[in-house]
């Protein structure tokens, strides 16, 4: 919901521009990731996912980028859309036993027509 | 085809209530989870369930008990609610423990006074 969003980073940008969402993440060990969005009122949405052992993955509109070396993930969505106007938040994995996912705050995108 | 359906949407109580919240799936996943999210923090675990009749806990279990006695239910109880459990609360399953095939309820709004 809307409280969600508060005390978040956002990022604002223009219909139709690319955004970049950043997102740093804490273990090493993680060996999966994932980008969700939540719009107000609604429940986390899967968007894309990559692997430890990927640098790069593609989807519709979306690319994820993983950098081991400093332990960072971005999500670019290309052509920015009203629709895309979100909280995205990115999860890492840690294996072993029940695997873990450790949730990041989130950044808010407002995308303005 | 209703995913990860929660009920109530929206709840207040009053210090010293306790009320259960009631999390239903229907693609008969084995894995279901409940998180609760404030602001400017990521969702953080309460408790999980590998299976039905199991239970175990999470990062922030006290305070909260929780039931798995179907395989499609899983219920969160607050047995004496506190103004700090005020949050909103996220009901999640999933087919596998590793983080994949993750399914979000559209959540809960608790206030407590």
């Known amino acids: 919901g809307e409280s969600v969003g508060l005390h978040l980073p956002t990022l604002s940008v223009q219909e139709g521009d690319n955004s970049i969402i950043n997102c740093a993440y804490s273990?090493?060990?993680?060996?999966?990731f994932i980008w969700y969005k939540q719009e107000s009122g609604k429940g986390p949405q899967f968007i894309i996912d990559?692997?430890?052992?990927?640098d790069k993955r593609q989807g519709q509109r979306v690319t994820v980028l993983l950098n081991k070396t400093v332990k960072h993930l971005s999500l670019q969505i290309a052509a920015t859309q009203p629709g895309d106007s979100a909280v995205y938040f990115c999860?890492?994995?840690?294996?072993?036993?029940?695997?873990?996912?450790?949730f990041g705050a989130g950044t808010r995108l407002a995308v303005h027509p | 085809n209703a995913g990860v359906t929660q009920t109530p949407k929206f709840r207040v109580l009053k210090t010293g209530q306790s009320m259960t919240l009631l999390c239903a799936q229907d693609?008969?996943?084995?894995?279901m989870y409940w998180y609760r999210q404030d602001p400017g923090m990521g969702l953080r675990l309460i408790h999980y369930?590998?299976?039905?009749?199991?239970?175990a806990k999470g990062e922030v279990p006290d305070g909260y008990n929780v039931s798995r006695l179907k395989k499609q239910n899983f219920l969160l109880g607050l047995e004496s609610a506190a103004p700090s459990q005020t949050s909103v609360y996220f009901c999640?399953?999933?087919?596998?423990?590793?983080?994949?095939?993750?399914?979000f309820g559209s959540g809960t709004r608790l206030t407590v006074v």
């Open positions: 999640a399953s999933s087919y596998s423990a590793g983080g994949y095939g993750y399914t």
């Open positions: 273990n090493s060990a993680s060996d999966y």
């Open positions: 990559i692997r430890s052992n990927m």
């Open positions: 999860a890492e994995v840690l294996s072993g036993g029940y695997n873990k996912l450790i």
């Open positions: 693609m008969n996943h084995e894995y």
């Open positions: 369930s590998v299976g039905e009749g199991t239970t």
